[in-house]
Nanobody, 124 residues
């Protein structure tokens, strides 16, 4: 079965950096795109970043452009999210996702698979 497992979450000071990793099962190699979303308590799930597995093209949410970087290693079937200059309001559960289709990237409902999430807490 398709599985996505996030890791790397934790506690970081405001202005600090944190790297997340998403390990995907072999079945996920059939997907076209992978992305990261986050959800804070009481808020809707927010698009963070997406990447096309084949071309490497990327897309970012407006609030993270210039600070976050998504990348992938297809040989390891893994997607990464490097987060820099983190802000307290970015405290959330971060989810890895995958979908069979290509663009668009920013809508949660068009993703086919989801990980369990990893907590990121940014202290002020």
């Amino acid at each position: 079965q398709v599985q996505l497992v996030e890791s790397g979450g934790g506690l970081v000071q405001a202005g600090g950096s944190l790297g997340l990793s998403c390990a995907a099962s072999a079945d996920t190699r059939s997907t076209c795109g992978m992305g990261w979303f986050r959800q804070a308590p009481g808020k809707e799930r927010e698009f963070v970043a997406g990447i096309n597995r084949s071309t490497g093209s990327t897309s970012y949410g407006d609030s993270v452009k210039g600070r976050f970087t998504i990348s992938r290693d297809n040989s390891k079937n893994t997607v990464y999210l490097q987060m820099n200059s983190l802000k307290p309001e970015e405290t959330a559960v971060y989810y890895c996702s995958a979908k069979l289709s290509g663009e668009p990237w920013s809508l949660p409902r068009i993703y086919d698979y989801w990980g369990q999430g990893t907590q990121v807490t940014v202290s002020s």
